[in-house]
């Protein structure tokens, strides 16, 4: 099972609402990445997280908040987000941060709006 | 074949030409790179790397180059097909944080 699962596919959110997004991967990684993505933009590095620990938190607003229940699972929850915050989230996951040579398994994406 | 030496955002192709698509990257500390290709509606999907040891590797139709003393990467890909069209992301990793460079569109005409 080579294979990022990030559910939802779709998700549309007032500036109000809380949400979560959720990813899963059964590979075995023990590093796993939030990207964002804008529209004909490459992705920005959101946070990453290190055996369950984040290790990297790109500056991230606070209305976005991640979670790594356990090595297989990692969701990011969305709090009173801004219209600008709309764009496609990708979960990826890569060998132990440690491993320098790996690379990193995405995800298919949430593509998010936010009205 | 279709080159270009400096890094263009869009990539207009012959079916069966061979494709190359350029990359700068910033930090020099990098030492390892991977290429990504992303088709509309999907996540990113890894294509082939190269650590810095190395100035050339190949795969299924598909060779990188890497040029650290400009900080240039390239991919090239032999016999272009239809379902080569995406964009594609040269990726640097340093202190274990992987970035991403600006895409490049690459549409092929049948």
């Known amino acids: 099972d080579t294979e990022v699962t990030q559910t939802p596919k779709h998700l549309v959110m007032g500036m109000t609402n809380k949400k979560s997004l959720k990813c899963e991967q059964h590979m075995g990684h023990r590093a796993m990445y939030w990207y964002k993505q804008k529209a004909k933009k490459p992705p920005e590095l959101m946070f990453v997280y290190s055996y369950e620990k984040l290790s990297i938190n790109e500056s991230v607003p606070s209305r976005f908040s991640p979670e790594c229940p356990n090595s297989s699972l990692l969701n990011l929850h969305l709090h009173a987000l801004q219209p600008e915050d709309s764009a496609l989230y990708l979960c990826a996951s890569s060998h132990s941060q440690g491993a320098r040579y790996t690379e990193a398994f995405f995800g298919q994406g949430t593509r998010l709006t936010v009205v | 074949g279709e080159s270009v030496g400096l890094h263009l955002p869009t990539l207009s192709v012959q079916e069966g030409d061979n494709s190359i698509i350029n990359c700068a990257y910033s930090n020099s500390a990098s030492d390892y790179f991977i290429w990504y290709k992303q088709e509309s509606g999907k996540g990113p999907q890894f294509i082939i790397d190269i650590r810095s040891n190395m100035d050339k590797r190949q795969g299924q139709r598909v060779t990188v180059l890497l040029n650290k003393t400009v900080k240039h990467l390239s991919l090239q890909i032999a016999a272009t097909q239809p379902g080569d069209s995406a964009v594609y992301f040269c990726?640097?990793?340093?202190?274990?944080?992987?970035?991403f460079g600006a895409g490049t569109t690459v549409t092929v005409r049948a």
């Open positions: 990726a640097e990793k340093n202190d274990y944080k992987l970035s």
